[in-house]
């Protein structure tokens, strides 16, 4: 009995995380669509879709504030689960009238992305060392991605990598650093720190808002400055 709970039990707690995407109204919602738009690249050519979606822990916390009904140990639960993982979910498919076609299976989407950290390639954790919270979660997350955004959530892949070695982080979103993440022939390029995690600069003459990872106006190149 213990066994057939838990993967609802999961599934449930999932479902609370992930519905935060739906609370439109509200602040925590508005950083976390803007975290999204920073974290997800795609592009299309020769209709072959390509899709990168770069998920370190932050996306959790950003979630949980977009949903006021998430308990504090429910909160803690996921990120106890995501602290010391980043996730990159993946999308390749062939883009016709039938919709998505042509998906490669999650082996050789793995066998075909590069994660790299300046010259350093950060291999995927094998599925056997993911933690089993953390699977169950990941298991739970897939159905909840695919009713949300259809078939190309229903197409996409989860690859876990490490985001802490030694107690450091490798990329931190927070701090500035670049990586690149390479899906066959395609190749996504970040630049840290996110501008949606960071709050609004200002500029102190025009008292214009620019976002948090200016240094200057790009119009007058004015100091900016913290509120």
């Avoid at 803690?76 to 996730?87: E, G, I, P």
Wanted: glycine content about 8%.
């Amino acid at each position: 009995m213990r066994c057939g709970k838990r993967p609802r039990g999961a599934l449930r707690l999932m479902a609370s995380v992930i519905i935060g995407l739906a609370f439109i109204g509200t602040a925590a919602a508005a950083d976390l669509r803007e975290f999204i738009h920073e974290t997800q690249q795609s592009v299309t050519v020769s209709q072959q879709l390509t899709l990168a979606w770069w998920i370190p822990p932050e996306f959790w916390d950003l979630s949980m504030a977009a949903n006021p009904n998430l308990s504090p140990e429910n909160m803690a639960a996921v990120r106890n689960s995501f602290h010391d993982y980043q996730v990159f979910a993946v999308v390749r498919a062939k883009v016709g009238i039938q919709g998505l076609t042509d998906a490669p299976s999650k082996a050789d989407l793995v066998a075909n992305s590069r994660f790299l950290i300046g010259d350093k390639a950060v291999l995927p954790i094998p599925p056997d060392k993911v933690p089993t919270g953390m699977q169950t979660l990941l298991g739970a997350m897939r159905p909840m991605i695919g009713s949300m955004l259809g078939q190309l959530g229903q197409s996409m892949e989860l690859i876990v990598y490490p985001a802490v070695v030694d107690g450091q982080r490798l990329n931190d979103p927070l701090k500035a650093g670049a990586f690149q993440f390479a899906v066959y022939d395609q190749t996504f390029r970040w630049r840290t720190p996110l501008a949606s995690l960071l709050p609004k600069k200002i500029d102190p003459k025009s008292k214009e808002e620019f976002p948090g990872n200016y240094q200057y106006n790009p119009y007058t190149g004015d100091k900016l400055k913290a509120p």
